[in-house]
């Protein structure tokens, strides 16, 4: 039945001209026709307010990474990444390699023409040569021909895949591009982060150093116990120890900006923006994720993977049927050098060939059955990268969603936080209170002000990849028109 299944195939190729690769139909998306909605999506931020900027409608893929972030020194930071980034370099390499192959692939559909010239001598026993011609020469130059005449479309399946492959890469070199302007971001927003917490440390490890201070003096003079300076000391020390690994923290953040720029930090940055004055665009619309297939690089590149999986089965098919090569010759040939050229030396052959498999020990059939097997394991793979590129969208509404109203609570907790240590340390100074007091009281006010940066922090970078997730990233300004996916 499958021999019989793979002639009518056949047949249909060569009726139509085409290979026989399966007919390619793109497998339904297997996940909801729209994000979810309701809950902690149902908050997600309007139009501009507050100073806010705004997309104005225009989705992901049509905003300039310049035009979502404004910050001068980000700004820079990552065009000079795009510049000298090594995983981008090699993926713009593989880029290269695939379209080379694609072009040896693409060449065995002509014919191969080459020149040869040769000389022979041989020498016969004198009792085996006639007329004691005990030396023979041969001198022949011409021309060699062969082609192998793709009948049933087994070099067209294979340049089909190579071709297939040659997108997969030049979508997987626009994935890791957009990547790196995301993780560069990132990365900057990590810096920031730990320049908030280091001032947030450093006016903490003050405070403490003065209240110690106090109440060291009032303890010399005998209106302080031991406990209170035990007390007064824990809260300055903590501090003291935070700041050092602060300080680590940061060091070793510029460290992995750098190793994403690809090369050392320039002394000539421009001046940047803190923490909470990036006023990232907040509002650039999901769509549906229908959209996302035509957006995702990730996910045209595992396409173009199936679709070459599909045209490796067409070449597999093919196999089980005759290869006709064609090979020819022409030129001259003679006994001696000075008679190559004379008339009456012309020589030529010709040799068709048919190449029938009859008995392989099975290997075609198993070719076919792993190029089947392969097809369906790039299906898997092109719906789980779309389930993938769904829960990223989702996760950033989800996101986007909550951190506003996150952020609005810690601040008025931290107000609360730092009226409160006022309060302690009054009622300290005037004897109402112990010290107990303003240490929880100056402890939960430097927990709440770490919790703060970090969540701000955490809503820029959750902002810059649901960028990524909507397919940002890839033009430098709104309004450019996209490059290829194998331009350089």
């Known amino acids: 039945m499958r021999r019989l299944s793979l002639i009518a195939a056949a047949i249909a190729a060569l009726a139509t001209g085409c290979t026989m690769a399966p007919k390619y139909e793109r497998p339904a998306a297997p996940v909801s026709s729209s994000f979810p909605t309701g809950g902690v999506y149902a908050t997600q931020p309007a139009a501009a307010h507050d100073g806010a900027r705004s997309a104005n409608g225009a989705f992901a893929a049509d905003i300039g990474w310049r ?51 040769s000389q022979s001598k041989q020498r016969t026993p004198a009792n085996m040569s006639l007329f004691n011609q005990t030396i023979q020469n041969t001198y022949s130059v011409g021309l060699n021909a062969s082609w192998e005449i793709d009948l049933f479309g087994r070099v067209q399946s294979l340049k089909d895949q190579a071709l297939a492959k040659y997108f997969a890469t030049g979508y997987a070199r626009k994935a890791v591009e957009i990547s790196l302007v995301s993780q560069v971001a990132t990365q900057y927003l990590q810096v920031l982060q730990a320049d908030d917490l280091l001032a947030v440390t450093r006016q903490t490890l003050k405070s403490a150093s003065d209240s110690y201070r106090i109440v060291k003096l009032q303890f010399d003079n005998g209106a302080a116990s031991e406990l209170d300076v035990s007390q007064a000391s824990t809260v300055m020390e903590s501090a003291a120890a935070n700041l050092q690994a602060q300080e680590r923290a940061r060091a070793q953040a510029v460290n992995a900006l750098v190793l994403l720029l690809g ?191 970090a969540a701000r922090t955490q809503r820029l970078a959750s902002l810059v990849t649901l960028y990524q997730a909507l397919g940002g990233g890839w033009i430098e300004r709104t309004g450019d028109v996209p490059r290829e996916v194998g331009a350089g």
């Open 67 to 117: 035009d979502f972030f404004v910050d001068a020194r980000l700004q820079r930071l990552i065009d000079i990444a795009l510049k000298n980034n090594r995983d981008l370099r090699v993926a713009m390499l593989n880029v290269q390699a695939a379209q080379a192959q694609y072009r040896i692939t693409r060449s065995e559909l002509f014919p191969t023409l080459g020149a040869q010239a």
């Open 263 to 453: 090369e050392p930090m320039p002394a000539d940055l421009p001046g940047g923006m803190p923490l909470d004055g990036q006023k990232l665009l907040t509002d650039i619309p999901a769509g549906v994720p229908s959209d996302l297939l035509l957006r995702r690089p990730d996910i045209m590149e595992a396409e173009q993977n199936l679709l070459a999986a599909n045209a490796n089965i067409g070449a597999a098919r093919a196999a089980f049927f005759p290869r006709i090569s064609l090979t020819g010759s022409f030129g001259t040939l003679s006994p001696s050098l000075g008679g190559l050229f004379a008339a009456g030396s012309a020589a030529w052959g010709f040799a068709p060939t048919i190449t029938l498999p009859i008995f392989e020990g099975g290997q075609n059939l198993a070719n076919l059955d792993l190029a089947n097997i392969e097809k369906k394991i790039e299906v898997a793979q092109y719906e789980k990268t779309i389930q993938s590129a769904f829960r990223d969208v989702a996760d950033g509404l989800a996101a986007r969603g909550t951190f506003d109203q996150q952020i609005a609570a810690l601040e008025r907790d931290t107000a609360a936080q730092q009226r409160r240590l006022d309060l302690s340390a009054l009622r300290y100074r005037q004897g109402v209170d112990s010290y107990l007091g303003v240490l929880t009281a100056q402890q939960d006010l430097y927990a709440v002000q770490q919790t703060l940066i």
